[in-house]
């Protein structure tokens, strides 16, 4: 299993010569599997770049959606398979309490006055689904969504193929308890897991219940779940290459104090790639 990130920032994309390092693009991460089988986790602006390298005889598509929050869906209109007759798109994600289907609660960010087009003129065979709540299969790899606390219907995503396991939590806050259990079972002894750190310690004072993750809690959770490696990610629109240099510095460090390995933490950036 080979991981890339196309983006990890959160909220909002944050292009400059201060993002440049860690990058400014928003959630979206490529997991190519051994027989070739492409996922792709969340569809921020970073799906724009991995669409324009998608080779052209990619024809069929998974695409995870954690939750349908603007920077996690953005892309979308800008992914160049989209435009393709013979590719064939299933967009994954959570299920509604008002039972709207995917697809119609999408097409309210693909349409006027927010779009030129509209979902149903899109000329791929693009289908919605509903991320079910067992385990199903997309090629070798095996794939279990959950709920996660977070602000609206959110999922994570738990995708094992053969000894490696890969656990994507890009929006949660697990000070918050509701939801934790769910995030635990999917995060248990992950290879590598990739996990919200939007702020620090401090500034998640002033933002808790916003959805999102502290230093300490990131990393205790995952020190909780036993995961092998940690991949801090949805980095805050307001950080700069220059403060997450001293975040990671942090994080490496308190890692070590909770009795993990220091070489086992890094911080998300775009274009890293991570064999599994």
């Known amino acids: 299993m080979r991981v890339k990130v196309w983006g990890a920032r959160g909220s909002v994309p944050s292009p400059g010569p201060e993002t440049s390092r860690y990058g400014g693009n928003t959630s979206c991460v490529q997991v190519t599997l051994a027989d070739g089988?492409?996922?792709?986790?969340?569809?921020?602006?970073?799906?724009?770049?991995?669409?324009?390298?998608?080779?052209?005889?990619s024809q069929r598509l998974n695409i995870l959606l954690t939750h349908l929050h603007l920077d996690h869906i953005q892309g979308l209109m800008f992914f160049a398979p989209l435009f393709r007759r013979s590719a064939e798109i299933a967009i994954w994600g959570p299920a509604a309490p008002e039972t709207e289907p995917l697809l119609d609660r999408i097409a309210r960010y693909i349409s006027a006055p927010l779009s030129p087009l509209e979902v149903g003129e899109?000329?791929?065979?693009?289908?919605?689904?509903?991320?079910?709540?067992?385990?199903?299969?997309?090629?070798?790899?095996?794939?279990?969504?959950g709920p996660v606390t977070h602000r609206g219907p959110t999922l994570g995503y738990r995708i094992t193929e053969g000894e490696s396991t890969l656990c994507y939590l890009p929006d949660h806050e697990p000070r918050l308890g509701d939801g934790c259990e769910s995030a635990l079972e999917l995060a248990r002894g992950a290879t590598l897991l990739v996990h919200?750190?939007?702020?620090?310690?401090?500034?998640?004072?002033?933002?808790?219940?916003?959805?999102?993750?502290?230093?300490?809690?990131?990393?205790?959770?995952?020190?909780?779940?036993?995961?092998?490696?940690?991949?801090?990610?949805?980095?805050?629109?307001?950080?700069?290459d220059d403060f997450l240099d001293r975040l990671h510095g942090s994080a490496t460090a308190s890692w070590a104090e909770l009795g993990g390995h220091p070489g086992a933490v890094e911080l998300a950036a775009e274009h890293v790639e991570l064999d599994l």
């Open 37 to 57: 089988t492409m996922l792709v986790l969340d569809a921020g602006t970073g799906i724009r770049n991995l669409g324009s390298a998608v080779a052209a005889e």
């Open 122 to 145: 899109l000329p791929c065979h693009l289908s919605g689904r509903e991320a079910p709540h067992s385990e199903w299969q997309i090629g070798p790899a095996s794939i279990k969504a």
């Open 196 to 240: 919200d750190c939007q702020y620090t310690d401090d500034e998640y004072a002033a933002h808790a219940g916003w959805g999102h993750s502290g230093l300490s809690d990131a990393l205790a959770f995952a020190r909780l779940a036993e995961a092998e490696r940690l991949l801090l990610f949805h980095h805050d629109p307001l950080h700069t």
